[in-house]
């Protein structure tokens, strides 16, 4: 970039801030995006709306797909905005989800794969899903529906010699039968926070169901990631409730920051994440930084 080379000041906040983010682009390009050794299956979870979930399950899937993985998006959410954000078809008669849940489908008849990036593919969701919910009820082993067909999908994938690394489930934002279905298919459960308002309030309850989940259904379950999401550095709120998240989930959050930017919220419309959208802008940067950061993690813990 030119602020290096061209003799601005480096010391105007706009020279600092072109250097930072050409250092940053070269560090996300440098970055190691290790595989890990077994599927890592995410649910992203929050029962709050609007807090960025779906924004965040597409732009990791993306970056890490763009980055080397085979990544699989299950789209759990009846308005499909996962499905629209990495260009796959949810049209009302297109195999799905709720055709999975409710009639058996394999995942096989579902899965498409996105335009976008070679190694990335979804599971859409239709409108149908929304009846899922109550169609559930009395079925049998009803949690664990997800679950059953993944496990099975997962396996003869990685038999057939080309296993996923990753798989992002993307919830509604409601504790129901379908957000169950999640947990209990999941093995990580991935929390975005929004820096916006005081966030840790509805997180306690958030961590009580999951701890519900881990004890009843599926003991596997860990909330491995904390993401902090729409931050607006100028605004005191989102320093705030950065630094408060960080004191409480030291362990989880993870040191990359998403910015509330127009790029992000504008690629949906699109049919793109902003990784294939604007792959220079800050909003593709920093879902780069926090995928290499999970990558790396994930690494770290299973050996
Ligand atoms: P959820 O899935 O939790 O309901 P979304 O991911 O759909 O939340 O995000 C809610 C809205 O906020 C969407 O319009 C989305 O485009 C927008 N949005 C999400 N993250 C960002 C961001 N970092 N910057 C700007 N807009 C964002
Ligand atoms: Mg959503």
Do not use: W
């Amino acid at each position: 970039m030119p602020a290096e080379s061209s003799g601005y000041d480096a010391s105007t906040p706009l020279a600092r801030e072109i250097a930072d983010l050409s250092k940053r682009r070269r560090a996300v390009v440098a970055a190691e995006y290790p595989l890990p050794h077994e599927t890592r299956v995410f649910t992203i979870a929050n029962q709050k709306g609007g807090v960025g979930k779906t924004t965040t399950t597409v732009n990791l899937a993306a970056a890490l797909a763009k980055t080397g993985a085979k990544v699989l998006v299950i789209d759990l959410d009846p308005q499909g905005n996962a499905s629209t954000a990495v260009g796959a078809d949810h049209r009302s008669d297109t195999p799905s989800v709720y055709d999975l849940l409710i009639h058996d489908l394999p995942l096989e008849e579902v899965v498409q794969k996105s335009p976008e990036f070679d190694r990335l593919y979804c599971a859409p969701a239709t409108i149908h899903l929304a009846g899922a919910e109550i169609e559930l009820v009395p079925m049998v082993a009803r949690e664990l529906r997800l679950r059953e067909s993944l496990d099975g999908y997962l396996q003869r994938s990685a038999d057939a010699g080309e296993p996923y690394n990753y798989v992002f489930i993307d919830c509604p934002p409601s504790l129901g039968l379908l957000t169950i279905n999640a947990f209990v298919a999941a093995r990580e459960v991935l929390i975005p926070i929004q820096c916006e308002y005081y966030a840790l309030e509805g997180l306690s309850q958030l961590l009580s169901n999951i701890a519900l989940i881990e004890k009843h259904l599926n003991p596997k379950l860990a909330v491995s990631t904390i993401l902090l999401t729409m931050y607006d550095g100028r605004t005191r709120l989102a320093t705030q409730v950065a630094e408060d998240v960080r004191t409480h989930f030291p362990a989880q959050t993870l040191t990359a920051i998403i910015p509330r930017t127009v790029r992000i919220s504008e690629a949906p419309s699109y049919g793109q994440t902003v990784i294939s959208y604007d792959p220079q802008s800050t909003g593709a940067l920093s879902y780069l930084e926090a995928a290499s950061e999970i990558a790396r993690r994930g690494a770290e813990t299973n050996g």
